[in-house]
C-alpha cells in the first residue's frame, strides 16, 4: 500500500508533519474531581481524577509523597473489530504503568503527602495514536482537578513509512508496520518524560522521527494550554465577581 501520494499527501489528506483535529471537553463526569475528553482525529478518550484523597491502604501510603493509581481500559466498541479487552490483559496493564509513570513525574507528589490519587482511562474511539491521547486526557483531568504539576504535559508519537517521517499516525499507518515513535516532554521544561519505540529504527531515521514527534508534543502542548485557559475563563465568568 503506498502511504504517501505523488503529491505528497497521506491517506487522510494529511501532509507528513501535519497532526490530526485536536478537541477536548472539561467537567465531563459530575463525581469526579477532575475529568476531560481527548480527541486526535478520529480517537477520542475520556479520562476521571479522584482525589488526592486518603490512602484507603494504608500499607502503600508512603508519608513523604501521594500515591497514583491508573486503571486503563478499552470500550468494547471503541474499534470496528467489537471484540472485548479484558482490564487485565497485558496491553492494559502496560498502558496504565506508562500512564502512570508519567504522571508520577508530572505531578507535585511530595505537596500531598499520605494521599492518593485515581486516574482512570478509557478509550472511548480507537483510530491510532491512543497510547499519546490517553496521556493527554489524563493530563488535562489532572490539571482540571486542580492537583499542582511541574509542568504541563503534553505527548505525541510520529513514525516512518514510505521513507518518510509523518505525524501522528492513524489506524492505517499505524498498521504499516513501520517504526512508532511515542514521546511525552514538559515543554517549559524542556525535559522528555516519555521515550518508546516500536520496531527497530535505524539512529539515522530516529533522529528525524524523534524531532518530529517533539514538535507534535509541542503543538499538542500550546493547544491544550489555550483550551485550559478558556476553561478557567468560563468558569470565573459563571463564578461572577469575586467578593472581598
Request: charged share 25%; proline share 3%; with cysteine.
Amino acid at each position: 500500500m503506498e502511504y504517501i501520494s505523488p503529491e505528497g499527501l497521506r491517506l487522510d489528506g494529511r501532509r507528513p508533519k501535519e497532526l490530526r483535529q485536536l478537541s477536548c471537553q472539561f467537567g465531563v463526569l459530575a463525581k469526579a474531581d477532575g475529568s476531560a475528553t481527548f480527541e486526535m482525529g478520529n480517537t477520542k478518550v475520556l479520562a476521571a481524577v479522584f482525589g488526592p484523597r486518603e490512602v484507603e491502604q494504608r500499607s502503600k501510603a508512603q508519608h513523604g509523597r501521594a500515591i497514583v493509581q491508573c486503571e486503563y481500559a478499552m470500550a468494547a466498541f471503541s474499534t470496528g473489530e467489537r471484540r472485548k479487552r479484558g482490564k487485565t490483559d497485558r496491553r492494559s496493564t502496560e498502558l496504565s504503568t506508562i500512564i502512570r509513570n508519567c504522571l508520577e513525574q508530572t505531578i507535585l507528589l511530595e505537596l500531598m503527602p499520605s494521599s492518593q490519587i485515581d486516574v482512570y482511562v478509557q478509550v472511548l474511539q480507537a483510530d491510532g495514536g491512543t497510547r499519546c491521547a490517553c496521556i493527554n486526557a489524563a493530563m488535562l483531568a489532572i490539571a482540571e482537578a486542580g492537583i499542582p504539576v511541574r509542568d504541563l504535559m503534553a505527548a505525541c508519537a510520529a513514525g516512518y513509512l514510505d521513507s518518510t517521517s509523518i505525524l501522528d499516525m492513524n489506524y492505517m499507518e499505524d498498521s504499516g508496520g513501520g517504526p512508532d515513535v511515542a514521546v511525552a516532554i514538559h515543554p517549559n521544561l524542556s525535559t522528555t518524560v516519555l521515550l518508546q519505540m516500536d520496531n527497530k529504527i535505524a539512529i539515522d531515521v530516529f533522529e528525524g522521527v524523534y524531532g518530529l514527534a517533539e514538535q507534535g508534543c509541542k503543538a499538542v502542548a500550546q493547544f491544550m494550554r489555550r483550551e485550559l485557559l478558556a476553561h478557567v475563563q468560563r468558569l470565573a465568568v459563571m463564578r461572577g465577581p469575586t467578593r472581598l
